[in-house]
């Protein structure tokens, strides 16, 4: 049976995430063609002169592909981070979700990077603006993101995730719901998932629109150097009269000149 139908109609410069309930499975299915996020995202790369390695480019594709999935199975109000530290390639991957404004970015960090005997995945949550963050921690083996978030469900939130790659752009997450079919969900494969509508009673519950945006202005990129250096300038620019600084959640880079870090220094006095 295949999902309902609606008058939605979704902007196409953003990746349509639609959320659907297998009632006969009580299981959830979250699935999405994200090509348009990921020519979003490597213009970003480009734009900023990201050199990323292959490997690392793929991790964060990947991340950022289980990350979009998970945040559209979530509730409209939350905001979400996930920060991951591998060891194996040594790095962390950084990607945080604004569910109010379906806004996602992302990074990595390849310097000063924790070396440990365990690959770390963490998740905050803050469930409504202006709230404090819930933390989860879990270890996971191996370098792939879809089989890290998928631990992270079934260790944080006890519930089993299923991750499918279904060809091109369009990947599906499947998440079990109290009283879920168990066998099946772990039995499905790529080719259960795309026959779904043929094969299931689905229920459409949502249709959500994400795109890739961090939010960094140059006003935020200078309060947080200025918190860095303690408002001095001189240790700031070092005789220089630009210094460049990277967002700490999407790496883009800002340039900003002491003209304009001493004029927004005097005005937050």
């Known amino acids: 049976m295949a999902e309902s139908t609606s008058s939605f109609a979704p902007n196409l410069s953003d990746t349509l995430v639609t959320v659907s309930f297998l009632r006969k499975r009580n299981a959830l299915l979250v699935r999405g063609d994200l090509g348009t996020l990921f020519i979003d995202y490597m213009l970003h790369v480009a734009d900023n002169r990201l050199n990323y390695d292959e490997q690392a480019g793929r991790l964060l594709k990947e991340g950022l592909t289980a990350f979009v999935l998970h945040c559209a199975s979530r509730p409209r109000l939350e905001h979400i981070a996930w920060t991951v530290n591998l060891q194996e390639p040594l790095l962390n991957l950084f990607l945080a979700g604004d569910n109010e404004d379906c806004m996602v970015t992302g990074r990595l960090f390849t310097e000063e990077v924790r070396r440990g005997s365990d690959n770390l995945f963490y998740s905050d949550i803050v469930p409504r603006r202006g709230e404090q963050p819930r933390r989860s921690i879990v270890h996971f083996k191996g370098a792939q993101m879809f089989r890290a978030a998928e631990s992270y469900y079934a260790e944080s939130e006890q519930r089993t995730a299923r991750y499918f790659e279904l060809g091109g752009d369009d990947y599906a997450l499947l998440l079990s719901h109290p009283d879920c079919d168990l066998d099946w969900l772990q039995r499905a494969s790529?080719?259960?998932?795309?026959?779904?509508?043929?094969?299931?009673?689905?229920?459409?519950?949502?249709?959500?629109?994400?795109?890739?945006?961090?939010?960094?202005?140059?006003?935020?990129?200078?309060?947080?150097?200025?918190?860095?250096?303690?408002?001095?300038?001189?240790?700031?620019?070092?005789?220089?009269?630009?210094?460049?600084?990277?967002?700490?959640?999407?790496?883009?880079?800002h340039t900003i000149t002491r003209e304009a870090m001493e004029a927004f220094l005097a005005q937050t006095k």
Do not use: D, S
């Open 190 to 253: 790529a080719t259960t998932v795309r026959m779904l509508a043929e094969t299931e009673t689905l229920t459409l519950v949502e249709r959500r629109q994400y795109h890739w945006e961090c939010g960094c202005t140059q006003e935020k990129i200078m309060r947080v150097v200025a918190q860095a250096y303690h408002g001095n300038t001189q240790a700031m620019f070092a005789g220089e009269e630009t210094i460049r600084a990277q967002c700490p959640r999407c790496a883009a880079v």
